[in-house]
């Protein structure tokens, strides 16, 4: 008898605890559902809006999902952010500028710029960049230019002003795991979401992608003219410039001035006391050195990502654009700003005078007069620079507009204005 007895008891207690439970439970539900989703929603919404240093934050994170609680929501994963780095100096606000814009464009993911410039163009970064806050898909951060106090100098004059900073991005920003590098002069073309994959393609022991500085070794540079040792058979490019910082401060890196291997913050000097007399390129020719001795650890992008008037003022050596199209386009030796590459000309000037009134006029559902002729340029998805229509350029192969080159007497060109890129657009993508 007294065992059932005990048995009664425990089942009231456990109901009566039951109850005690529910009753507490509903007390709880209100408060949740006057305030919103959970509170790891919140905190990943508070990740993507905070942010340090001298910046300015523009973007939108992850919504957390009104009433309810934790118990029945999903949690709510921050959105990943493509980090983008640029160094600015001297007369190179516009470009810089223009290239931003081409990212912000065609990408989908939100970016994180890092924009390192002299203290004198700050200002004018700020109010440009403030001006595109409607857009809400990027975040930036402006940074003086800062070099290793005991040898700021030589860093400094090393081939350009401030060329060599990119090189101390894995010891300055140390909280981003992977970034993308970039000179000035690029213009994106396809989405960075594109280039940005490539990072899940490394392997093991890649830690950085660059593209080839030439496709053909009869016109390559580094293996006609380098006094130093080089990635490859021809070099490779720095100016776009994909990197796991992560994997790059841990490594120790095999070299030729001993036979410790040496991190990346203590390898940089040693090797420009080397080779300052022998290098051309500056910080290229140290990287091309670095990874000449470590060639396991880079990862070789195609040139499409990387396109250069090289690839074209001698006939198209770029077999990859020919097949799928121009994805980077690198304005170097100043084609942006002169009359020997008129295609790249027209591009850059149509992404710097008319993309940011287009997006804006699309942003409100608004038509503009040169939606139609730029589409090619201004809309996502980009699929820009596939098969040139042989009617318009001469056929396949000849993806930039021959022009009369004052270095290169004889060769026949025109000039691709504004006219002929909406003639382009009309064979539904084309070449630049």
């Known amino acids: 008898m007294r065992r059932y007895l005990r048995i009664v008891v425990l089942c009231l207690a456990c109901g009566f605890c ?4 529910a009753f507490s439970q509903l007390a709880v539900s209100p408060e949740e559902g006057a305030g919103g989703g959970g ?3 919140q905190a990943a919404v508070a990740s993507w809006l905070a942010g340090g240093g001298r910046s300015t934050l523009r973007g939108a994170g992850p919504v957390a999902h009104p009433g309810g609680s934790d118990r029945y929501n999903l949690k709510m994963q921050p959105v990943e952010k493509m980090h983008l780095a640029v160094v600015a100096c001297g007369e190179r606000l516009e470009e810089t500028m223009t290239m931003l814009k081409s990212a912000i464009i065609f990408s989908i993911k939100p970016l994180q710029f890092h924009i390192f410039a002299e203290d004198q163009l700050h200002q004018s970064f700020k109010g440009r960049l403030d001006s595109w806050s409607f857009l809400q898909t990027f975040n930036y951060t402006l940074y003086p230019i800062t070099f290793p106090s005991e040898n700021a100098a030589e860093w400094k004059k090393l081939f350009k002003p401030c060329a060599s900073q990119r090189l101390f991005l894995p010891l300055i920003l140390k909280e981003v795991d992977s970034l993308l590098y970039v000179d000035t002069d690029i213009l994106f073309l396809r989405p960075v979401d594109d280039i940005w994959s490539f990072l899940k393609k490394f392997n093991s022991t890649q830690i950085a992608a660059m593209a080839p500085e030439h496709e053909e070794p009869r016109i390559g540079w580094y293996n006609r003219f380098a006094r130093h040792p080089y990635y490859g058979k021809t070099g490779v490019n720095s100016g776009v410039m994909l990197m796991n910082m992560t994997r790059m401060r841990r490594k120790y890196f095999k070299n ?3 036979t410790v291997r040496l991190q990346w913050g203590d390898i940089l000097m040693p090797l420009l006391k080397k080779y300052k007399l022998n290098i051309t390129w500056g910080d290229q020719d140290l990287l091309n050195i670095m990874f000449s001795h470590n060639p396991e ?5 195609p040139c499409q990502w990387n396109y250069r008037p090289d690839h074209c003022i001698y006939g198209s050596n770029c077999q990859e654009a020919e097949e799928d199209g121009i994805f980077i386009l690198h304005g ?7 009359d020997k590459q008129p295609a790249f000309r027209a591009v850059y000037e149509a992404l710097r005078n008319n993309c940011t009134t287009i997006i804006t006029m699309r942003t409100f559902g608004l038509s503009h007069p040169l939606l139609p002729s730029l589409k090619v340029l201004c809309m996502r998805p980009a699929m820009v620079a596939q098969a040139c229509n042989p009617s318009t350029l001469g056929g396949r192969g000849w993806w930039i507009a021959r022009t009369r080159d004052r270095d290169h007497p004889g060769q026949q060109g025109e000039t691709l204005s504004l006219l002929k890129i909406e003639k382009l657009a009309g064979h539904g993508g084309a070449c630049l």
Do not use: Q, W
């Open 332 to 338: 170097n030796r100043g084609v942006y700003h002169d």
């Open 297 to 301: 650890s880079l990862f070789v992008f």
């Open 18 to 21: 039951s109850l005690l439970y």
């Open 256 to 258: 030729d001035m001993t």
């Open 39 to 41: 509170g790891k929603p």
